[in-house]
């Protein structure tokens, strides 16, 4: 079964990339004419460049992923297929939003209820059972939902960096699957994702050619949490928050800095900790070999988190990963050594 398993979830993985990177290339002239991200406060780039490429992203999860669905995994076609139209209609809330921006309220009903009806598909899952009643949970699992969505759009701000996030976990997580720790369609639409990403990553390379936009970055952020909170839900929430930790700390950390500086949060900037590292002498390929190396040592101590038992060396392991995340951060932080030299 594992080698049958694994040969499926290849041949997803494969075809992915190559209806990803077929279709980028099919509607590339198009974006560069009608879909052209210009540079702001926000941006890393300085010239105006096309954005889009999660359509094709997308459209390779949802084919090469549904047929594995269906081959592999039929029963788990219906509450896929609830994710699916989530996802497609967050990419068409983000695809308005690349064209003329949206005000917040209607973009954000949109996105809690697109995530409401992605918690439902995934099943009766309890995270905190003796401690919080169902609907306070539901509810605050939506709101955490939501933030997971937006701060993958938020971290999409630098070539290759939601390249370097998402290969490492979704490849852990259809990992998780052979493991049997995950559903098969859970591993499949992972695997999917994986290679989705990296049909896109050769034009998403520095200096990119091409960006996901909200299009992409949003339905991708919904993925993810869906697949996540599937993991956790299967008894595996230190792995499930080892997996997205970079992520997580990045956004939030910013959030509440932000926030204590009395900043206008829903304005766009320049705070993250990868684009202040960029702004400290960093180069756009050492933030992101960075954060791949992280997501990998973090993916590491996600799987030892499914192999052991007990809570203290789960614990151990999850201290572990918050302090490389620390590290990481607090390097992105400061200039780098050899630039500080040359300033001083």
């Known amino acids: 079964m594992t080698v049958s398993l694994l040969a499926g979830l290849t041949g997803v993985g494969l075809a992915a990339a190559g209806v990803s990177a077929a279709l980028v290339r099919l509607l590339f002239p198009l974006m560069q004419r009608y879909a052209l991200a210009r540079p702001n406060a926000r941006s890393s780039h300085r010239v105006p460049t096309p954005q889009g490429g999660g359509i094709a992203v997308l459209a390779a999860v949802l084919a090469a992923g549904g047929a594995g669905v269906w081959i592999l995994a039929p029963a788990a076609l219906l509450p896929l297929a609830v994710v699916a139209v989530a996802a497609v209609a967050l990419a068409v ?43 306070v949970e539901f509810v605050l699992v939506v709101l955490a939902g939501v933030w997971f969505v937006n701060l993958v759009n938020f971290m999409d701000g630098l070539d290759w960096i939601t390249v370097a996030e998402v290969v490492p976990v979704t490849a852990a997580l259809a990992a998780f699957t052979l493991m049997g720790a995950l559903p098969i369609d859970v591993g499949i639409v992972a695997v999917g994702l994986c290679g989705a990403m990296i049909g896109f990553a050769p034009f998403n390379r520095p200096v990119a050619r091409l960006f996901l936009g909200d299009v992409g ?128």
């Open 93 to 135: 809330v983000g695809a308005m939003d690349d064209i003329r921006p949206l005000p917040v309220l209607p973009r954000l009903a949109i996105q809690i209820g697109a995530v409401a009806f992605g918690l439902i598909a995934a099943g009766d899952i309890r995270l905190f059972p003796a401690i919080l009643p169902a609907p």
């Open 217 to 344: 970055s949003l339905p991708i952020g919904l993925i993810l949490g869906f697949m996540l909170y599937r993991l956790a839900g299967g008894g595996h929430l230190a792995a499930a928050l080892l997996l997205p930790l970079y992520y997580l700390a990045d956004a939030t950390l910013t959030l509440l800095l932000r926030l204590k500086r009395g900043e206008k949060v829903w304005q766009a900037h320049r705070s993250h900790f990868y684009q202040r590292a960029t702004d400290n002498g960093f180069t756009v390929m050492d933030v992101v070999g960075t954060v791949f190396a992280l997501n990998l040592g973090l993916a590491a101590l996600a799987t030892a988190a499914l192999l052991v038992d007990g809570p203290l060396v789960t614990a151990g392991l999850v201290v572990a990963g918050i302090g490389a995340v620390a590290v990481v951060l607090a390097r992105f932080s400061r200039p780098r050594p050899a630039l500080a030299g040359r300033r001083g």
